[in-house]
């Protein structure tokens, strides 16, 4: 041990790695939620086709739900971490531009290890379910900004929802809950009122992510960084 470490002063991956470690049960448990999904559709898919009898082709629809298990995983270890941890951290005194940065990283890191899991489990799902059939796998039709999108955005709204919230409090969550309501119905009425070409509109998809994750979360780190906690 260093004598850095042992007044406890560590480099910014060795308090990562601390981190990852003291949450690594909530990691695992919010894990499951992937795994969960993606072995209730494969075995209801195996009991379908042994009900009405197998098709020569398959549909990688277990793979496709763990790639929307994974997003969902993510999002709940981003709330995990800008809510408990990140005041029990701040309570600690660790400083606050280390503990967001900290978020940040694990945030990633853990979508992109979500991200392998759910290439892991489609290829599991062919080695054992699929049998060798034809597979039209879903999960390759999803382009490299779709994967970018759902390793980057879970952590980046998380971070903003957590500023938001603990900076303005309860009216804080009813803003943003009448902004996610908003966000869900908005595209719908303006398709209607504008018809755009899907073309059109699958081109500018990267565009919108990549500015939606940008703004929430610069305005998500600044609000974490100055929100007072004992009051937040």
């Given at each position: 041990m260093t004598a850095r470490q042992k007044k406890g002063i560590y480099s910014f991956p060795e308090f990562v790695l601390r981190?990852?470690?003291?949450?690594?049960?909530?990691?695992?448990?919010?894990?499951?939620?992937?795994?969960?999904?993606?072995?209730?559709?494969?075995?209801?898919?195996?009991?379908?086709?042994?009900?009405?009898?197998?098709?020569?082709?398959?549909?990688?629809?277990?793979?496709?739900?763990?790639?929307?298990?994974?997003?969902?995983?993510?999002?709940?270890?981003?709330?995990?971490?800008?809510?408990?941890y990140f005041a029990?951290?701040?309570?600690?005194?660790?400083?606050?531009?280390?503990?967001?940065?900290?978020?940040?990283?694990?945030g990633i890191l853990y979508g992109v290890a979500l991200m392998i899991s759910n290439w892991l489990l489609e290829w599991l799902w062919e080695l054992i379910f699929a049998a060798g059939r034809p597979v039209l796998n879903l999960v390759t039709l999803v382009p490299w900004w779709g994967w970018a999108a759902a390793i980057f955005l879970p952590i980046a709204m998380t971070i903003f929802g957590s500023g938001i919230v603990r900076r303005f409090g309860m009216r804080g969550g009813i803003v943003l809950y009448f902004a996610f309501i908003a966000v869900c119905l908005l595209p719908s009425q303006l398709n209607e009122t504008f018809p755009l070409q899907e073309e059109l509109l699958f081109a500018a998809l990267p565009w919108i992510f990549a500015v939606l994750g940008i703004v929430c979360g610069v305005a998500g780190s600044i609000l974490l960084l100055r929100v007072n906690v004992k009051t937040g």
């Open positions: 981190w990852a470690r003291l949450i690594r049960g909530s990691l695992l448990t919010f894990w499951c939620i992937q795994i969960g999904l993606w072995l209730f559709v494969a075995v209801v898919m195996a009991v379908l086709e042994l009900i009405f009898g197998a098709e020569e082709n398959t549909i990688g629809i277990p793979g496709i739900t763990a790639f929307a298990g994974g997003i969902l995983a993510s999002f709940c270890v981003g709330v995990s971490l800008t809510g408990r029990l951290t701040v309570n600690f005194g660790i400083p606050r531009r280390r503990i967001v940065a900290g978020i940040w990283a694990l």
